[in-house]
T-cell receptor, first 113, second 116 residues
Framework: GQNIDQPTEMTATEGAIVQINCTYQ??????LFWYQQHAGEAPTFLSY????GLEEKGRFSSFLSRSKGYSYLLLKELQMKDSASYLC??????????????FGKGTSLLVTP | DTAVSQTPKYLVTQMGNDKSIKCEQN?????MYWYKQDSKKFLKIMFS???????INETVPNRFSPKSPDKAHLNLHINSLELGDSAVYFC???????????????FGPGTRLTVL
């Protein structure tokens, strides 16, 4: 089975740094993804981790610890447009599941002036 | 230009009707997916389809059936619509898992289905 947990809501100030945590307990693992979803729009890919450590991509970074079943997404120099839902997803390693993404319930981030 | 497209964007229909949602991708991917996002924004896999192999999430009612005329299309047909089917349905595609790279999924814009 899959169990992916992340906070429901977070609020941060423009220009600040925010860290969104995700813990997971899954029967298989073939990578962890972060997606951003603005209201009424499609999820868009932000980052991918399959090995332990930090992946940096501009203002966004993502960290993974496989032994702890833990990841975080770090957003720096927050902008108003970063207000969105952030979805943590684990890809199954089982071809019988079609390598589908199993999503957490998302963290709604509000950036305030 | 659009990588993954879906039609229609909005669909309002009566209980008991049969409807279809179309999905097309021009990314050259060979795996396509359907996800359902409920009112609480929880995104859940319904189907994945690769090289004519269909993987079905066991919780999906058999009123839902995906149909793939070719590698670039995966349509979703729903029979006997129920109130609980109201949700946003997203199509997605990716390269074959197992090749190098993240093979991330690209999502279509979604179809908001409302069953009255």
């Amino acid at each position: 089975g899959q169990n992916i947990d992340q906070p429901t809501e977070m609020t941060a100030t423009e220009g600040a740094i925010v860290q969104i945590n995700c813990t997971y307990q899954t029967s298989g693992f073939n990578g962890l993804f972060w997606y951003q979803q603005h209201a009424g729009e499609a999820p868009t890919f932000l980052s991918y981790n399959v090995l332990d450590g930090l992946e940096e991509k501009g203002r966004f970074s993502s960290f993974l610890s496989r032994s702890k079943g833990y990841s975080y997404l770090l957003l720096k120099e927050l902008q108003m447009k970063d207000s969105a839902s952030y979805l943590c997803a684990v890809r199954d390693d089982n071809s019988n599941s079609g390598y589908a993404l199993n999503f957490g319930k998302g963290t709604s981030l509000l950036v305030t002036p | 230009d659009t990588a993954v497209s879906q039609t229609p964007k909005y669909l309002v229909t009566q209980m008991g009707n049969d409807k279809s949602i179309k999905c097309e991708q021009n990314l050259g991917h060979d795996t396509m997916y359907w996800y359902k996002q409920d009112s609480k924004k929880f995104l859940k896999i319904m189907f994945s389809y690769n090289n004519k192999e269909l993987i079905i999430n066991e919780t999906v009612p058999n009123r839902f059936s995906p149909k793939s005329p070719d590698k670039a299309h995966l349509n979703l047909h729903i029979n006997s619509l129920e109130l609980g089917d109201s949700a946003v349905y997203f199509c997605a595609s990716s390269r074959t898992i197992g090749t190098s790279g993240s093979n991330e999924q690209f999502f279509g814009p979604g179809t908001r289905l409302t069953v009255l």
